[in-house]
């Protein structure tokens, strides 16, 4: 079971991520199939955005009400306060969820439109650093118009002037909600459905469906399941295929490797 789960997550995965291609291949295979496939996954996706502050506060109430494991909310250590009825913080002291409590119905379909959205944004749907200032300097999309660099640069301006008030995970209800088009849009594309990532891709330690193994196949080495807690940085993140190898340290993945 717990390997069929896992081909499901990256199947999940596969789909979400590749949505965002989806209306180039209806024009390019002119099929009515990929054209009603966009419409439905570019609502789906639109939705999510626009309730994102509504989703957000019903998953991260529903993780800290029943212990789910969601790390980057985890590892705030959120705290109930009841004299408020709001969960509060001591990394970032203007932080605070309003506390809701959360049916599993409500949360099933507040994730559904959450999946989409990466609370490790800033303002909720941009990054300054890696999108806005790469952009701008040209280290990036360099094949862009100037008039549309020029729009970035007009939404950093506006951005900065309002302040870059941080990311989900620290400030919960507190954090800015902005939208600013070419750099939003740029930034979902980039991290199409980081929910889904954050929620499903992170395995606890002890749960039964945690595996890890390192597959040799005719002088091919391959690996599936979950990084083991042996690793620093990134324990208990699902890797798959060859390309995910640089993300376990080297005694980890000989020590997997004799095992196997």
């Known amino acids: ?22 209306p180039i291949l209806a024009f390019l295979f002119w099929s009515q199939g990929w054209l009603i496939a966009s419409i439905i996954f570019y609502s789906w996706m639109i939705l999510g955005y626009l309730t994102r502050r509504y989703n957000t506060n019903t998953v991260f109430n529903y993780c800290l009400q029943n212990d789910i494991h969601l790390p980057r909310l985890n590892e705030i250590k959120w705290y109930y306060d009841k004299a408020t009825n709001c969960y509060f913080n001591n990394v970032n002291g203007a932080g605070y969820i309003k506390y809701r409590k959360i049916s599993k119905i409500e949360f099933i379909f507040a994730f559904l439109l959450w999946l989409w ?122 890797v798959f295929w060859q390309e995910d190898l640089d993300k376990i340290d080297k005694e980890v993945l000989e020590k997997y490797t004799r095992k196997n």
Do not use: C
């Open 117 to 238: 959205v990466d609370n490790d944004s800033e303002n909720d749907t941009t990054d300054q650093g890696i999108i806005m200032d790469r952009i701008i300097s040209k280290k990036t999309h360099k094949w862009m118009p100037e008039f549309l660099r020029n729009i970035v640069k007009k939404e950093k301006e506006k951005a900065v002037t309002k302040g870059f008030i941080g990311k989900a995970w620290s400030y919960g209800d507190a954090r800015k909600s902005e939208w600013y088009w070419i750099s939003s849009i740029f930034w979902l594309f980039r991290n199409t459905a980081y929910g889904y990532n954050y929620m499903l891709e992170e395995m606890r330690e002890d749960s039964k469906y945690n595996f890890f193994k390192v597959i040799k196949i005719f002088g091919f080495t391959t690996i599936w399941g979950y990084i083991p807690y042996e690793n620093s940085t990134r324990k208990g993140r699902l």
């Open 1 to 22: 079971m717990k390997y069929l789960i896992n081909i499901a997550i990256i199947i999940g995965k596969l789909i979400l991520k590749a949505s965002v291609f989806f």
